[in-house]
Nanobody, 124 residues
Framework: QVQLVEFGGGLVQAGDSLRLSCVAS????????MGWFRQAPGTEREFVAG????????TYADTVEGRFAISRDKTKNTLYLQMDSLRPEDTAAYYC?????????????????WGRGTQVSVSS
């Protein structure tokens, strides 16, 4: 079982940047995929970005394409989400998730492990 802990949320202004981290505790993440999701109050959890741990193949939601970048550091078992040009509509709790399949998915029900989330708030 993979345990995930997110770091790096905070309150920023529109146009600012923020980097989220997610530390994974697992025997191995080879052939896993990792994802970032977000959820604002009163909305469903939505896919932000995903990456395959072994090959580093990435995928993004249209709403963040070109502004956010997902990456991983295998030596630190850490997943990152670099968020640039932040907008007020990016305000949400951000969660990292893992699935034991070598392809990221935009569907939260296909992920097996979740972190507790970190809050990102963007003021206008």
């Amino acid at each position: 079982q993979v345990q995930l802990v997110e770091f790096g949320g905070g309150l920023v202004q529109a146009g600012d940047s923020l980097r989220l981290s997610c530390v994974a505790s697992a025997r191995t993440l080879e052939n896993y995929a990792m994802g970032w999701f977000r959820q604002a109050p009163g909305t469903e959890r939505e896919f932000v970005a995903g990456i395959t741990w072994t090959g580093g193949s990435t995928t993004y939601a249209d709403t963040v394409e070109g502004r956010f970048a997902i990456s991983r550091d295998k030596t630190k078992n850490t997943l990152y989400l670099q968020m640039d040009s932040l907008r007020p509509e990016d305000t949400a709790a951000y969660y990292c998730a893992s699935r034991s399949y070598n392809r990221a998915s935009p569907f939260p029900e296909e992920y097996e492990s979740w972190g507790r989330g970190t809050q990102v708030s963007v003021s206008s």
